[in-house]
């Protein structure tokens, strides 16, 4: 059986209000655990917002456009969500797939570096630093985000990829507490891409992305 059949992937047009997804999610993640409802990734788009991870410092959120600000429940500190950035969550049984959150996390990054090439773009990991990075030495940047929280084995929030949002937005907080290196997106570096084109780059890997998660005959992390 495809690897895939058994997840729900959805994608949703508009703008998805945060706190409905996070709803969303709340509620999944239970229904995954006690078995009576199927993984599931959601790609969506939200209105422009801050979320504040478990290590927020407060210190970080400038916020002079007064744009509300919401408790995600992730691990991570203050990230922006709004239009032209693509969300997705993605909300797994790691008791299935191996409870291991930091080859989940790995997997995770390895997956979007790899929708990115598709897409004409180099990004990479940075050592120390959390996020997906393109360009190097004083031109180097965050394109994409990534915050998670595991709960009972089941994975909830995931990733962010800046496709087309107003970057002028990431000023009002200091992105995931990184103040050194700025944020740039996919139209910042040249490449003007429609959201569906995304979409299909991502589940072009996800089947890899998957394959890559430690299970009983698995020991290696993709990428």
């Not at 995954?32 to 790609?43: K, S």
């Not at 929280?149 to 929030?157: A, F, I, K, N, Y």
């Amino acid at each position: 059986m495809d690897q895939q059949d058994d997840i729900e992937w959805r994608v949703s047009e508009g703008l998805v209000p945060y706190d409905a997804a996070l709803a969303f999610m709340d509620e999944r993640a239970a229904a995954i655990r006690a078995g009576t409802a199927q993984e599931c990734v959601w790609l969506l788009e939200h209105p422009p917002l801050f979320t504040a991870g478990t290590s927020a410092d407060p210190a970080e959120l400038i916020n002079p456009l007064g744009l509300p600000v919401h408790q995600a429940g992730r691990g991570g500190r203050y990230t922006y969500h709004g239009p032209g950035q693509r969300v997705g969550y993605v909300l797994l049984d790691l008791e299935q797939r191996g409870k291991d959150i930091r080859c989940f996390v790995h997997a995770l990054e390895g997956w979007v570096i790899a929708a990115l090439a598709d897409l004409g773009v180099d990004a990479h990991r940075a050592p120390g630093r959390i996020g997906i990075w393109v360009g190097d030495g004083a031109g180097e940047a965050k394109i994409a985000a990534l915050g998670v929280r595991v709960r009972r084995w089941v994975t909830l929030h995931g990733f962010s990829i800046n496709v087309a949002p107003d970057l002028a937005h990431f000023s009002g907080i200091v992105p995931c507490g990184i103040s050194e290196f700025g944020v740039t997106s996919l139209a910042g570096q040249g490449k003007e891409i429609a959201m569906a084109r995304v979409d299909a780059a991502l589940k072009a890997h996800f089947r890899q992305f998957l394959s890559g998660l430690h299970q009983p005959d698995k020991v290696t992390c993709w990428q």
